[in-house]
């Protein structure tokens, strides 16, 4: 079983920068792909980024967001820089033992989600 907190969100205008952390509870934190999702209000649930064997990153965060993780502190990271408004969501951190996808039905772990909001 593995719990998952998400920090850092908040309020910021477009252009800033906020960092993301999700902090994992469990065992082997290193043998879990951990990913990153956004919703934001009336849209479906989205893949931003996830790191396991490398990271891989949706498009409309490449250039602008840097997933990282810290095996020894069992804690995983969003960088997120150029915010735009449109990166409004609340942010979910995931995780799964098997999964190495964009498809959010495949993990099995969910954070109980941040806010970001980007003001124009």
């Known amino acids: 079983q593995v719990q998952l907190v998400e920090s850092g969100g908040g309020l910021v205008q477009a252009g800033g920068s906020l960092r993301l952390s999700c902090a994992a509870s469990?065992?082997?934190?290193?043998?879990?792909?951990m990913a990153w999702f956004r919703q934001a209000p009336g849209k479906e649930r989205e893949f931003v980024a996830a790191?396991?064997?490398?990271?891989m990153y949706a498009d409309s965060v490449k250039g602008r967001f840097a997933m990282s993780r810290d095996n020894a502190k069992s804690t995983v990271y969003l960088t997120m820089n150029s915010l735009r408004p449109e990166d409004t969501a609340v942010y979910y951190c995931?995780?799964?033992?098997?999964?190495?996808?964009?498809?959010?039905?495949?993990?099995?772990?969910w954070g109980q989600g941040t806010q970001v909001t980007v003001s124009s």
């Open positions: 995931a995780a799964d033992q098997l999964a190495w996808t964009t498809a959010g039905s495949e993990y099995n772990y």
């Open positions: 469990g065992r082997a934190f290193s043998s879990y792909t």
């Open positions: 790191d396991r064997w490398g990271t």
